[in-house]
């Protein structure tokens, strides 16, 4: 049965970041409905296996028999196209797609927690069609060919949010640039129960926990380990696998998907994390820390908020391998070890508590009719 509130979050094709965090949302309407663009259901977790979640009409193709990656030029028809309960008056949605588009009722308002504005629409567009071997050459050009209009879709779209909250200040600069909208921070959470640290002395590793996307540039932390011959463990999957494979020496082992209780133990253990990408705000930098491990970052994006250089980590001031192999040299070389206690409470500040408190007060302003 529907009710006042109705949530939304762009697709769940696997559960990353985004998808963690839209179950913290959605953990404070537990009896509300779900729209996605189009979601794998054998991917969903035992609390998301219960929801009522509503589809577009690409879900009779993506992503059991293609690729969602292709059908970005179909994404404004299908949000167009789907609708949610009349009697909706909040429509919270999880975005950095083009899900916050989703046609709403007289008197409903749209809360919109973006993620991102969509980086391959906007200021990164021309870097996922060059770097995204993924889609290959015709996919490549399918995507060049489509995206001024799914961009004007999206800009047409942050119109029809009422509220944003930015999940970085670092979004919230993209949000104001993209959408010309202002946007409350507020940061999203990390499970400091789960992820702690072990009492251990760290093991000789490094770690990096990435989907294997180009715009993540694993490819840094594989060269940077192969030219010094350190360990680097490398956790995740995607497109660019068989690349950074051919690119890695001896000293690199990849992973693969691993479960959560692995994760945090690879992370309570490792030497260092190393974070070489942009991220929006980087929910792997913060697990780590509340690890007690770590991080070696890039200076830039959501890791300058979220890592507290000399305390919790270091930075590094170019994306490139040369600046990467300094900064790892620079941290094996420091007199004093990092505290795990610093990296631990220094994480705890992005608690799961924290971030419904955050998140219901702003409905609670913004809606006070619903909350």
């Known amino acids: 049965m529907s009710g006042p509130v109705h949530l939304a979050h762009h697709w769940w094709v696997w559960r990353r970041g985004g998808g963690r965090v839209f179950e913290d949302m959605a953990a404070l309407f537990p009896a509300a409905e779900v729209s996605m663009i189009m979601h794998a259901p054998e991917t969903l977790t035992p609390a998301m296996a219960l929801r009522h979640i509503r589809c577009s009409a690409l879900q009779r193709i993506a992503p059991r028999w ?19 309960p009349l009697e909706t008056r909040l429509l919270l949605t999880s975005d950095s797609a083009v899900i916050k588009g989703l046609p709403k009722p007289e008197g409903c308002v749209q809360v919109c927690y973006c993620h991102s504005p969509p980086r391959y629409l906007w200021d990164m567009a021309e870097d996922y069609a060059r770097q995204t071997s993924g889609l290959g050459r015709l996919g490549r050009w399918v995507f060049r060919r489509a995206i001024g209009g799914v961009r004007r879709f999206d800009r047409a779209a942050a119109d029809n ?8 200040r670092f979004v919230a600069g993209r949000i104001a640039r993209c959408y010309g909208r202002e946007s409350r921070v507020i940061y999203p959470a990390v499970d400091v129960v789960k992820y702690r640290p072990t009492g251990e002395p760290p093991e000789d590793f490094y770690l990096i926990v990435s989907e294997l996307v180009a715009y993540k540039r694993v490819d ?9 011959g350190r360990r680097l463990i490398v956790v995740g999957d995607g497109v660019e696998m068989k690349k950074l494979k051919r690119g890695a020496g001896p000293t690199v082992e990849f992973r693969g998907r691993v479960n959560d209780a692995e994760v945090a133990g690879l992370m309570a253990r490792c030497r260092a994390f190393l974070h070489p990408q942009i991220e929006d705000f980087g929910l792997t930098a913060v697990e780590v820390q509340a690890s007690g491990r770590p991080v070696i970052a890039l200076g830039e994006g959501g890791a300058l908020e979220s890592v507290v250089a000399g305390e919790t980590g270091l930075f590094f001031g170019r994306q490139d391998e040369v600046a990467l192999v300094a900064a790892i040299l620079e941290f094996e070389g420091m007199p004093v070890a990092f505290s795990p206690e610093n990296c631990r409470k220094n994480a705890e500040r992005f608690s799961l508590a924290r971030f ?3 998140l219901g007060d702003a409905l609670r302003e913004w809606v006070p009719d619903v909350m």
Do not use: G, K, Y
């Not at 293609?66 to 949610?84: G, S, T």
């Not at 949010?161 to 970085?168: L, M, P, T, Y």
């Open 66 to 84: 293609v690729d969602h990656r292709w059908l970005l030029p179909l994404f404004p028809w299908a949000v167009r196209r789907m609708c949610i």
């Open 356 to 358: 419904q408190a955050e």
């Open 220 to 228: 840094l932390a594989v060269s940077a380990c192969t030219l010094l």
């Open 161 to 168: 949010v009422d509220h944003f909250i930015a999940n970085s």
